[in-house]
């Protein structure tokens, strides 16, 4: 069974920075594209950053580029999410995401994407 588990949410101010976590198990996680999603209340989901198997391939919305930076470490089955410089915008729920489709410029999941419980970032003063 597969299971997902983000840490790393929290309360922050504006300009300041979280790291998020997601631990997987019950795959075998180097072999999958992950992501990380978010949906804040009263809006769709979106593809925040994806990353292929192997790290070579990464993609970023354009809303967070330049701000965000996903990276993966295979040996520790986890993915990481480093925010920088948030905003009140990026407030929303986090989701890790194995089996994503990612490429260039796009970051979607798919009916066979495994999802974890989410974890909340609030951006606030």
């Known amino acids: 069974q597969v299971q997902l588990v983000e840490s790393g949410g929290g309360l922050v101010q504006p300009g300041g920075s979280l790291r998020l976590s997601c631990t997987a198990s019950?795959?075998?996680?180097?072999?999958?594209?992950m992501g990380w999603f978010r949906q804040a209340p009263g809006k769709e989901r979106e593809g925040v950053s994806c990353?292929?198997?192997?790290?070579?391939?990464?993609y970023y919305a354009d809303s967070v580029k330049g701000r965000f930076t996903i990276s993966r470490d295979n040996a520790k089955n986890t993915l990481y999410l480093q925010m920088n410089s948030l905003k009140p915008e990026d407030t929303a729920m986090y989701y890790c995401?194995?089996?994503?489709?990612?490429?260039?410029?796009?970051?979607?999941?798919?009916?066979?994407?495994?999802w974890g419980q989410g974890t909340q970032v609030t951006v606030s003063s």
């Open positions: 995401a194995a089996g994503v489709q990612v490429g260039d410029d796009y970051c979607s999941g798919s009916r066979d994407t495994n």
């Open positions: 019950g795959l075998t996680f180097r072999d999958y594209d």
């Open positions: 990353i292929n198997w192997s790290g070579g391939s990464t």
